[in-house]
Nanobody, 120 residues
């Protein structure tokens, strides 16, 4: 059974930092591309950051470039999202996702989410 468990969310003041973690189990972690998505009330879920399985290359939403950093530790089956200079508009539920190519399409798994609230 695949599980993705996020942690590290909470309440932080504008300009502050948080580090999200996503611990994966039940899958061959190193073969999956890992992503962080977020969804604010009334908004669609959006991709925040992604890190590839093979090369470790990363890409980010324009709104978080220069402030957020995604990384992975394949030995610990964990992906991280370091969030600095947080803004109120970063407030959302943050979800971890694992995906890789399947015979048809892609196999995708989701975590349950962790809430990030940026407010003074």
């Amino acid at each position: 059974q695949v599980q993705l468990v996020e942690s590290g969310g909470g309440l932080v003041q504008p300009g502050g930092s948080l580090r999200l973690s996503c611990a994966a189990s039940g899958l061959t972690f190193s073969t999956y591309d890992m992503s962080w998505y977020r969804q604010a009330p009334g908004n669609e879920r959006e991709l925040v950051a992604r890190i590839s399985s093979l090369t470790g290359s990363t890409n980010y939403a324009d709104s978080v470039k220069g402030r957020f950093t995604i990384s992975r530790d394949n030995a610990k089956n964990t992906v991280y999202l370091q969030m600095n200079s947080l803004k109120p508009e970063d407030t959302a539920e943050y979800y971890c996702s694992a995906d890789r190519r399947a015979v048809i399409g892609r196999t995708v798994y989701w975590g349950q989410g962790t809430q990030v609230t940026v407010s003074s």
